[in-house]
T-cell receptor, first 112, second 114 residues
Framework: GAGVSQSPSNKVTEKGKDVELRCDPI?????LYWYRQSLGQGLEFLIY????????KSGLPSDRFSAERTGGSVSTLTIQRTQQEDSAVYLC??????????FGSGTRLTVV | AQSVTQPDIHITVSEGASLELRCNYS??????LFWYVQSPGQGLQLLLK??????LVQGIKGFEAEFKRSQSSFNLRKPSVHWSDAAEYFCAVGASQAGTALIFGKGTTLSVSS
Protein backbone atom coordinates (compact mmCIF):
# COMPACT_ATOMS: atom_id res chain seq x y z
CA GLY A 1 0.00 0.00 0.00
CA ALA A 2 0.87 3.66 -0.06
CA GLY A 3 1.63 3.83 3.62
CA VAL A 4 1.97 1.73 6.76
CA SER A 5 -1.44 0.61 7.94
CA GLN A 6 -2.16 -0.35 11.54
CA SER A 7 -5.30 -1.83 12.99
CA PRO A 8 -7.22 -1.32 15.11
CA SER A 9 -6.60 2.37 15.66
CA ASN A 10 -7.98 2.10 19.19
CA LYS A 11 -8.39 -0.92 21.44
CA VAL A 12 -9.84 -1.08 24.92
CA THR A 13 -9.39 -4.37 26.70
CA GLU A 14 -9.88 -5.78 30.13
CA LYS A 15 -6.91 -6.62 32.28
CA GLY A 16 -5.87 -10.22 31.74
CA LYS A 17 -7.18 -10.49 28.19
CA ASP A 18 -4.97 -11.12 25.15
CA VAL A 19 -4.79 -8.59 22.31
CA GLU A 20 -3.46 -8.68 18.77
CA LEU A 21 -2.27 -5.60 16.95
CA ARG A 22 -1.76 -5.67 13.22
CA CYS A 23 0.69 -3.87 10.96
CA ASP A 24 0.64 -3.87 7.17
CA PRO A 25 3.92 -2.33 5.93
CA ILE A 26 4.69 -0.59 2.69
CA UNK A 27 4.95 -3.10 -0.10
CA UNK A 28 8.56 -4.05 -0.76
CA UNK A 29 9.92 -2.75 2.54
CA UNK A 30 12.14 -5.44 3.95
CA UNK A 31 12.40 -4.15 7.50
CA LEU A 32 9.55 -3.83 9.98
CA TYR A 33 9.71 -2.41 13.49
CA TRP A 34 7.44 -2.20 16.50
CA TYR A 35 7.78 0.59 19.05
CA ARG A 36 5.77 1.51 22.12
CA GLN A 37 5.07 5.12 22.99
CA SER A 38 4.04 5.93 26.52
CA LEU A 39 3.26 9.41 27.76
CA GLY A 40 6.48 11.32 28.30
CA GLN A 41 8.63 8.29 27.57
CA GLY A 42 9.42 8.70 23.90
CA LEU A 43 9.57 5.65 21.69
CA GLU A 44 10.62 2.35 23.19
CA PHE A 45 11.93 -0.22 20.73
CA LEU A 46 10.18 -3.59 20.96
CA ILE A 47 11.09 -5.84 18.03
CA TYR A 48 12.54 -5.66 14.54
CA UNK A 49 12.19 -7.92 11.49
CA UNK A 50 14.63 -7.77 8.59
CA UNK A 51 13.87 -9.93 5.59
CA UNK A 52 14.17 -13.62 6.38
CA UNK A 53 16.59 -13.12 9.26
CA UNK A 54 15.71 -14.02 12.83
CA UNK A 55 13.94 -11.07 14.44
CA UNK A 56 15.67 -8.85 17.00
CA LYS A 57 13.47 -9.32 20.05
CA SER A 58 15.77 -7.52 22.46
CA GLY A 59 13.25 -4.78 23.26
CA LEU A 60 10.30 -6.95 24.26
CA PRO A 61 9.56 -6.07 27.91
CA SER A 62 8.35 -9.49 29.01
CA ASP A 63 7.45 -12.94 27.71
CA ARG A 64 3.84 -11.79 27.49
CA PHE A 65 4.85 -9.93 24.33
CA SER A 66 5.45 -11.68 21.03
CA ALA A 67 5.35 -10.81 17.36
CA GLU A 68 5.42 -12.56 14.06
CA ARG A 69 5.72 -11.51 10.47
CA THR A 70 4.08 -13.75 7.93
CA GLY A 71 5.39 -14.00 4.39
CA GLY A 72 7.73 -11.09 4.92
CA SER A 73 4.81 -8.68 4.96
CA VAL A 74 2.06 -8.31 7.57
CA SER A 75 3.08 -8.41 11.23
CA THR A 76 1.07 -9.12 14.35
CA LEU A 77 2.09 -8.02 17.83
CA THR A 78 0.44 -10.11 20.53
CA ILE A 79 0.22 -9.16 24.18
CA GLN A 80 -0.99 -11.92 26.47
CA ARG A 81 -2.63 -11.38 29.84
CA THR A 82 -2.60 -7.62 29.43
CA GLN A 83 -1.73 -5.41 32.37
CA GLN A 84 -2.55 -1.76 32.96
CA GLU A 85 1.07 -0.78 32.37
CA ASP A 86 0.71 -2.10 28.82
CA SER A 87 -1.52 0.87 28.02
CA ALA A 88 0.30 2.89 25.36
CA VAL A 89 0.37 3.70 21.69
CA TYR A 90 1.96 0.91 19.69
CA LEU A 91 3.66 2.15 16.55
CA CYS A 92 4.75 0.13 13.58
CA UNK A 93 7.24 1.32 10.98
CA UNK A 94 8.78 -0.13 7.86
CA UNK A 95 11.86 0.77 5.90
CA UNK A 96 13.86 -0.12 2.86
CA UNK A 97 17.51 -0.37 3.86
CA UNK A 98 18.59 2.78 5.69
CA UNK A 99 16.34 5.30 4.05
CA UNK A 100 14.48 6.13 7.24
CA UNK A 101 11.30 4.72 8.64
CA UNK A 102 7.74 5.27 7.53
CA PHE A 103 5.46 5.06 10.53
CA GLY A 104 1.87 3.99 10.78
CA SER A 105 -0.63 6.02 12.79
CA GLY A 106 -0.43 3.59 15.68
CA THR A 107 -2.81 1.58 17.84
CA ARG A 108 -3.84 3.19 21.11
CA LEU A 109 -4.22 0.39 23.63
CA THR A 110 -6.07 1.00 26.87
CA VAL A 111 -6.17 -1.73 29.49
CA VAL A 112 -8.94 -1.27 32.05
CA ALA B 1 25.59 2.89 26.03
CA GLN B 2 23.77 4.06 22.97
CA SER B 3 21.37 6.88 23.65
CA VAL B 4 19.77 10.05 22.41
CA THR B 5 19.22 13.03 24.66
CA GLN B 6 16.84 15.84 23.96
CA PRO B 7 17.51 18.21 26.87
CA ASP B 8 14.40 20.33 26.43
CA ILE B 9 11.12 18.64 27.30
CA HIS B 10 9.00 21.64 26.33
CA ILE B 11 9.79 24.82 24.42
CA THR B 12 7.53 27.78 23.66
CA VAL B 13 8.41 30.06 20.75
CA SER B 14 6.60 33.10 19.40
CA GLU B 15 5.25 32.81 15.90
CA GLY B 16 7.80 34.18 13.46
CA ALA B 17 10.71 33.68 15.84
CA SER B 18 13.57 31.32 15.17
CA LEU B 19 13.75 27.83 16.65
CA GLU B 20 16.50 25.47 17.69
CA LEU B 21 15.81 22.05 19.19
CA ARG B 22 18.77 20.31 20.71
CA CYS B 23 19.78 16.69 20.24
CA ASN B 24 22.86 14.92 21.57
CA TYR B 25 23.67 11.30 20.93
CA SER B 26 25.97 8.59 22.16
CA UNK B 27 26.62 5.91 19.58
CA UNK B 28 29.45 3.46 19.02
CA UNK B 29 29.28 3.29 15.24
CA UNK B 30 29.02 5.84 12.46
CA UNK B 31 25.60 7.34 13.11
CA UNK B 32 22.68 7.88 10.85
CA LEU B 33 20.64 10.74 12.32
CA PHE B 34 17.01 11.64 11.91
CA TRP B 35 14.41 14.14 13.06
CA TYR B 36 10.75 13.20 13.16
CA VAL B 37 7.68 15.28 13.96
CA GLN B 38 4.47 14.04 15.53
CA SER B 39 1.35 16.16 15.48
CA PRO B 40 -1.36 15.39 18.07
CA GLY B 41 -3.05 12.08 17.34
CA GLN B 42 -0.85 11.44 14.34
CA GLY B 43 1.99 9.12 13.49
CA LEU B 44 5.57 10.26 13.09
CA GLN B 45 6.67 12.04 9.95
CA LEU B 46 10.28 12.21 8.81
CA LEU B 47 11.56 15.80 8.68
CA LEU B 48 15.13 15.15 7.57
CA LYS B 49 18.02 12.74 7.81
CA UNK B 50 21.79 12.77 7.79
CA UNK B 51 23.83 9.88 6.45
CA UNK B 52 27.08 11.45 5.25
CA UNK B 53 28.49 14.37 3.31
CA UNK B 54 27.40 17.95 3.91
CA UNK B 55 26.81 18.36 7.62
CA LEU B 56 23.98 20.85 7.09
CA VAL B 57 20.90 19.03 5.84
CA GLN B 58 17.67 20.49 4.61
CA GLY B 59 14.32 18.92 5.29
CA ILE B 60 10.66 19.47 4.71
CA LYS B 61 8.61 22.38 6.05
CA GLY B 62 11.63 24.71 6.08
CA PHE B 63 13.58 22.78 8.73
CA GLU B 64 17.31 22.16 8.69
CA ALA B 65 19.74 20.38 10.98
CA GLU B 66 23.48 20.48 11.46
CA PHE B 67 25.60 17.47 12.34
CA LYS B 68 28.54 18.29 14.59
CA ARG B 69 30.60 15.20 15.17
CA SER B 70 32.89 16.87 17.72
CA GLN B 71 29.88 17.75 19.87
CA SER B 72 27.86 14.59 19.12
CA SER B 73 24.97 16.86 18.26
CA PHE B 74 22.34 17.12 15.58
CA ASN B 75 20.31 20.22 16.36
CA LEU B 76 17.17 21.09 14.44
CA ARG B 77 16.56 24.67 13.35
CA LYS B 78 13.97 26.77 11.62
CA PRO B 79 14.38 30.49 10.93
CA SER B 80 10.73 31.46 11.34
CA VAL B 81 8.22 29.31 13.19
CA HIS B 82 4.60 29.01 12.11
CA TRP B 83 1.70 28.13 14.40
CA SER B 84 1.29 24.85 12.50
CA ASP B 85 4.76 23.78 13.68
CA ALA B 86 3.38 23.13 17.16
CA ALA B 87 4.00 19.41 17.68
CA GLU B 88 6.35 16.94 19.32
CA TYR B 89 9.78 16.48 17.79
CA PHE B 90 11.92 13.38 18.08
CA CYS B 91 15.59 12.95 17.32
CA ALA B 92 16.78 9.44 16.46
CA VAL B 93 20.07 7.69 15.75
CA GLY B 94 20.87 4.41 14.05
CA ALA B 95 23.84 2.53 12.64
CA SER B 96 25.02 2.97 9.09
CA GLN B 97 23.73 -0.48 8.26
CA ALA B 98 20.65 -1.49 6.44
CA GLY B 99 17.59 -1.72 8.59
CA THR B 100 18.97 -1.44 12.12
CA ALA B 101 16.55 -0.28 14.78
CA LEU B 102 16.64 3.42 15.55
CA ILE B 103 17.08 4.77 19.05
CA PHE B 104 14.81 7.70 19.81
CA GLY B 105 15.05 10.56 22.25
CA LYS B 106 12.15 11.28 24.56
CA GLY B 107 10.99 14.18 22.45
CA THR B 108 10.59 17.93 22.72
CA THR B 109 7.13 19.46 22.69
CA LEU B 110 6.99 22.72 20.79
CA SER B 111 4.30 25.27 21.56
CA VAL B 112 3.90 28.35 19.38
CA SER B 113 2.49 31.53 20.87
CA SER B 114 0.89 34.30 18.86
Amino acid sequence: GAGVSQSPSNKVTEKGKDVELRCDPISGHTALYWYRQSLGQGLEFLIYFQGNSAPDKSGLPSDRFSAERTGGSVSTLTIQRTQQEDSAVYLCASSLKSLGYTFGSGTRLTVV
Amino acid sequence: AQSVTQPDIHITVSEGASLELRCNYSYGATPYLFWYVQSPGQGLQLLLKYFSGDTLVQGIKGFEAEFKRSQSSFNLRKPSVHWSDAAEYFCAVGASQAGTALIFGKGTTLSVSS
